[in-house]
T-cell receptor, first 115, second 113 residues
Framework: EPEVTQTPSHQVTQMGQEVILRCVPI?????FYWYRQILGQKVEFLVSFYNNEISEKSEIFDDQFSVERPDGSNFTLKIRSTKLEDSAMYFCASSESGGPNEKLFFGSGTQLSVL | GNSVTQMEGPVTLSEEAFLTINCTYT??????LFWYVQYPGEGLQLLLK?????DKGSNKGFEATYRKETTSFHLEKGSVQVSDSAVYFC????????????FGTGTKLQVIP
């Protein structure tokens, strides 16, 4: 089965630094997503992206966050100035058509630790 | 708003034991319901889903029935194996909204030989 690939698997950064989390969605998929899970809490929706623009975002996704599809294969999440509370597992996902019952394919996640 | 509540883990069972992981939800309208599984070192994978009331989703011996009257979607398996050890997430999605999925906290299952 095709896979969503995320790099790096672990990222450690100092508070206030910028980080970029990288994802390679499945090649024929058109819809892309970021979710995150703070340790011990629920997996939370951050943002969805289609046709080179954000289609929906949560209240978590403030001005410190941005997403980009810089080329035909990568999908990135940038946190401009990290805070301690940004420490979490970040999951990238993609789907083919974005319909309500369409299967989401998730990557294995990037564990971000902000010190 | 939408929310999903699932039983706290970890759950430890012996091989061949019966598994139930409880899940209840709060949502507007008629959501689709899902169970996702995360094996160690891997991403979230869709295990099964149900899109309307009384539907039963099933896969790999796991089952869950969409119960609108009790707003529940409990996961069951008759005989667990060591390879079922993973974290299980209950989730829902309303129609529309670009697949914004609402997840529970996850329940870790450990099956011992």
């Amino acid at each position: 089965e095709p896979e969503v690939t995320q790099t790096p698997s672990h990222q450690v950064t100092q508070m206030g630094q910028e980080v970029i989390l990288r994802c390679v969605p499945i090649s024929n998929h058109l819809y892309f997503y970021w979710y995150r899970q703070i340790l011990g809490q629920k997996v939370e929706f951050l943002v969805s992206f289609y046709n080179n623009e954000i289609s929906e975002k949560s209240e978590i996704f403030d001005d410190q966050f941005s997403v980009e599809r810089p080329d035909g294969s990568n999908f990135t999440l940038k946190i401009r100035s990290t805070k301690l509370e940004d420490s979490a597992m970040y999951f990238c996902a993609s789907s083919e058509s974005g319909g309500p019952n369409e299967k989401l394919f998730f990557g294995s996640g990037t564990q971000l630790s902000v010190l | 708003g939408n929310s999903v509540t699932q039983m706290e883990g970890p759950v430890t069972l012996s091989e061949e034991a019966f598994l139930t992981i409880n899940c209840t939800y709060t949502a507007t309208g008629y959501p689709s319901l899902f169970w996702y599984v995360q094996y160690p070192g891997e991403g979230l994978q869709l295990l099964l889903k149900a899109t309307k009331a009384d539907d039963k989703g099933s896969n790999k011996g796991f089952e869950a029935t969409y119960r609108k009257e009790t707003t529940s979607f409990h996961l069951e398996k008759g005989s667990v194996q060591v390879s079922d050890s993973a974290v299980y997430f209950c989730a829902l999605m309303n129609s529309g909204g670009y697949q914004k999925v609402t997840f529970g906290t996850g329940t870790k299952l450990q099956v011992i030989p």
